[in-house]
C-alpha cells in the first residue's frame, strides 16, 4: 500500500540512457547533413540525447522542423540503431567526432547550420590549430596559379600555418601538396563520404596528408554519393574552418566564389591572388580585389600579421598531443570572436565568476589560443581587434 503523495513503484527498472555517442548519430542523421536547424536544436535542448528524449514533443518540431520529425518517428530510426555502424566505423580507423567531442572543431561551433558529427580519417587534433589558412581555387588552373599556391602554401605551411582545402582536382590539391612537401600538416574538407576519395587520382595525396593532417566529412562512411549538392555544402565548412581564405585563382562564376561567400558571412578575412586581365581564370580573384571584398596577396608573408605568424620557426619537433580542453574552456572560446572583448563582458556571455574566467583566460593564453591585449582585452589568436 502506497502513501499519500507517493507514486507505485514499477516492478521493472527504468529503460538505460542511451549511449551518447549514438544519440549524437541519431541527431545528424535525423536532421539531416547542413542542416540548416541544427543550431536551433542544439539551442533547444543542449545535447542530443535530451532531444532524442523530447523528439514526440510540440518543441522539438518546432526546432527541428517537418521532415526532422517525421524521420524521428520512423521504428528503426533510434540511437541504438547506430550502434553497428560505430563498431565498423572504429574498425575500418574512421573517427567520428561529435559536437560535444574534444576534437571537434571549435569553429564549427560558431555557425548555425554546423554538422552535428564529422567523420574523420588522419589525426583529428588539427582541427583546432588557430593558425589555419584555407587555400581554395579553380579545377583547371594555369602554370601561373599552379606556381602560386606552390610559392604561398610552402611560405606558410614552413611558419606553422596549416592549410585547409577540399582535396579537388587543380589548386585545392595544389594546396594540400604544398603543405604535404614540407612535411607539415593539411586538412582536407570533403564534399563526398568519409570512405569515399574524390577524385580517385588523389588517393596517394590523401594517404599522404592523413599521415601528416587530417581528412573530415560530415558525410558517414557506406552513405549514397550526395553530387554537387555535397561540394557546396564542403565549402562552408572550408570557411568556417579557415583564420583567412586565399584564392589563387577562380572564375566569376564558380563553386569558389560560394566559399568566398560563406567566409565573408562569418566574417573571415578574404584575400586574392591578382591575375592577368586576359585570363579567365582569375577574373573572379580579380573581381574580388576591384569590389574592396578581398586583399591583395602576393608572398606567403602577407598573411603572417592576419594570422598571428612569425617570419621563421626552429625546425618541427615531434607534436605532443594537446590536452582536451575543458567544458569552461570551450565555453569561453566560443564566446570569442574577432573582436576584442574585456573581463567584464566575456563574464556577461559565458556566466563564469570572474575568478573563474580569469583562470581559464591564463590557460587559454599560454596554451597559444588567445591573445591578450592592453586593458586586459582578449581575442582569439591570429584574430584582429575592432
Not at 13 to 19: E, G, V
Not at 30 to 35: F, K, N, Q
Not at 155 to 184: F, K, P, Y
Not at 306 to 329: I, K, M, V
Amino acid at each position: 500500500m502506497t502513501r499519500a503523495g507517493e507514486g507505485q513503484l514499477s516492478l521493472f527498472p527504468p529503460d538505460p540512457a542511451p549511449d551518447p555517442l549514438l544519440c549524437w548519430l541519431w541527431l545528424a542523421g535525423t536532421l539531416g547533413a547542413g542542416s540548416q536547424r541544427a543550431g536551433a536544436v542544439l539551442d533547444a535542448f543542449g545535447g542530443a540525447q535530451e532531444a532524442w528524449e523530447a523528439r514526440d514533443t510540440d518543441a522539438f518540431a518546432a526546432a527541428a522542423g517537418p521532415a526532422a520529425v517525421q524521420r524521428a518517428c520512423l521504428p528503426d530510426n533510434t540511437p541504438e540503431h547506430y550502434r553497428a555502424f560505430a563498431r565498423r566505423c572504429a574498425a575500418r580507423r574512421i573517427r567520428i567526432l561529435p559536437y560535444d567531442d574534444p576534437d571537434y572543431p571549435l569553429a564549427f561551433s560558431r555557425i548555425s547550420d554546423m554538422p552535428l558529427v564529422l567523420y574523420c580519417t588522419g589525426d583529428p587534433h588539427w582541427l583546432n590549430e588557430p593558425a589555419a589558412v584555407g587555400m581554395v581555387g579553380t579545377r583547371k588552373p594555369t602554370e601561373y596559379g599552379l606556381r602560386a599556391a606552390e610559392n604561398i602554401g610552402r611560405g606558410l605551411a614552413r611558419v606553422g600555418a596549416v592549410i585547409v582545402s577540399g582535396l579537388a582536382d587543380g589548386l585545392d590539391s595544389a594546396g594540400h601538396r604544398a603543405a604535404v612537401g614540407e612535411n607539415c600538416p593539411t586538412i582536407a574538407v570533403m564534399g563526398v563520404p568519409i570512405d569515399r576519395t574524390y577524385p580517385a587520382a588523389n588517393r596517394e595525396l590523401r594517404r599522404a596528408i592523413e599521415r601528416r593532417g587530417c581528412v573530415i566529412s560530415e558525410y558517414p562512411p557506406e552513405s549514397e554519393p550526395v553530387g554537387a549538392v555535397g561540394f557546396l555544402q564542403r565549402n562552408r565548412l572550408i570557411a568556417a574552418l579557415s583564420g583567412a581564405l586565399v584564392v589563387v585563382e577562380a572564375k566569376e562564376k564558380s563553386g569558389t566564389m560560394s566559399t568566398v561567400g560563406h567566409a565573408e558571412r562569418y566574417g573571415k578575412p578574404v584575400f586574392a591572388v591578382p591575375g592577368s586581365i586576359f585570363s579567365p581564370a582569375s577574373a573572379g580573384t580579380n573581381a574580388l580585389l576591384r569590389d574592396g571584398r578581398a586583399k591583395a596577396v602576393c608572398t606567403a608573408a602577407d598573411l603572417f600579421g592576419t594570422l598571428g605568424l612569425r617570419t621563421a620557426r626552429p625546425a618541427p619537433a615531434p607534436r605532443e598531443t594537446p590536452r582536451p580542453l575543458s567544458e569552461n574552456e570551450r565555453l569561453v572560446l566560443s564566446c570569442l570572436g574577432a573582436k576584442a572583448q574585456g573581463v567584464e563582458e566575456l563574464g556577461v556571455k559565458s556566466g563564469l565568476p570572474t575568478a573563474a574566467l580569469l583562470g581559464v583566460l591564463m590557460k587559454l593564453e599560454l596554451a597559444g589560443r588567445v591573445s591578450c591585449l592592453p586593458g586586459k582585452r582578449y581575442i582569439l589568436r591570429g584574430g584582429s581587434a575592432s
